[in-house]
């Protein structure tokens, strides 16, 4: 059954006020353990939002479909692999960030022109199994790529080991499903200098339904993660099989 949320930043925790202040945690909380030799069978939507000072809100919709040791993502504002890639693996964990004049540049010009016609979906294909993976961009022949490089595009839907280092909080229903909340303020690191995050996640297992990450040094920098759509159980080989190249 397909089931829908609501955008909840603060998620049963909110931001910290007043006199709180912030604290950094490192060791693991008790939870369940995520980790599985092979993926659940679901399909979610996804709904990916960052905020960087200055800049529009980037918004991005993608479609997931897991399996066994298969899966695939559509995304549907066409991005190209580099940057899905990117925006999951980011050292800051905050998206991936323009660090140059020519990357905001770049960025504003593909925001207009998806805006005046949105491009036909990115498509990533891969088999842990076999390693084998293909990417298919809009407009262009696709291309093989091994399936471990491409996974975390697929995976960023798991949870995991995310609730490490965070404080459990409230438990709720969402998408139908019981929720438990965690909290907490996570140091990262990019080119050697050290950062911290404010992380707020919303975990059910296996899956992150809800992660909101904002830098506490700059209030404006942020990345929300949320799965807006849920169905488990109804793919198929067809589904997570690319096309005939």
Request: glycine share 8%; net charge neutral.
């Amino acid at each position: 059954m397909r089931m829908r949320g609501t955008v909840s930043f603060l998620l049963a925790w909110g931001c910290a006020g007043g006199d709180a202040q912030p604290r950094v945690t490192d060791s693991p909380v008790r939870g369940t353990q995520m980790n599985r030799s092979g993926y659940p069978n679901v399909h979610v939507r996804l709904h990916l939002t960052q905020h960087t000072p200055d800049h529009p809100p980037r918004d991005c919709e993608v479609e997931i479909w897991l399996k066994d040791t298969r899966f695939r993502v559509r995304d549907l504002s066409g991005r190209r692999v580099d940057e899905i890639l990117g925006d999951v693996t980011a050292p800051r964990q905050l998206g991936a960030l323009p660090r140059t004049i020519e990357d905001l540049m770049d960025r504003d010009a593909a925001a207009r022109g998806r805006a005046s016609q949105p491009p036909p979906p990115t498509e990533l294909y891969g088999d842990l199994a076999s390693d084998d993976g293909w990417v298919y961009p809009p407009r262009r022949p696709p291309a093989e790529m091994r399936a471990a490089k491409l996974a975390p595009a697929a995976e960023q839907i798991l949870a995991r080991n995310k609730m490490t280092g965070l404080q459990i909080g409230a438990t709720a229903t969402r998408l139908g499903r019981p929720t438990t909340a965690y909290h907490g303020f996570v140091m990262v690191s990019d080119d050697g200098e050290p950062y911290q995050n404010d992380v707020t996640r919303a975990i059910s297992p296996p899956y992150l339904l809800f992660e909101a990450t904002r830098s506490t040094a700059n209030a404006d920098l942020s990345y929300v993660r949320e799965i807006v759509a849920l169905d488990e159980g109804g793919v198929t080989d067809a589904d997570v099989t690319p096309p005939a190249k």
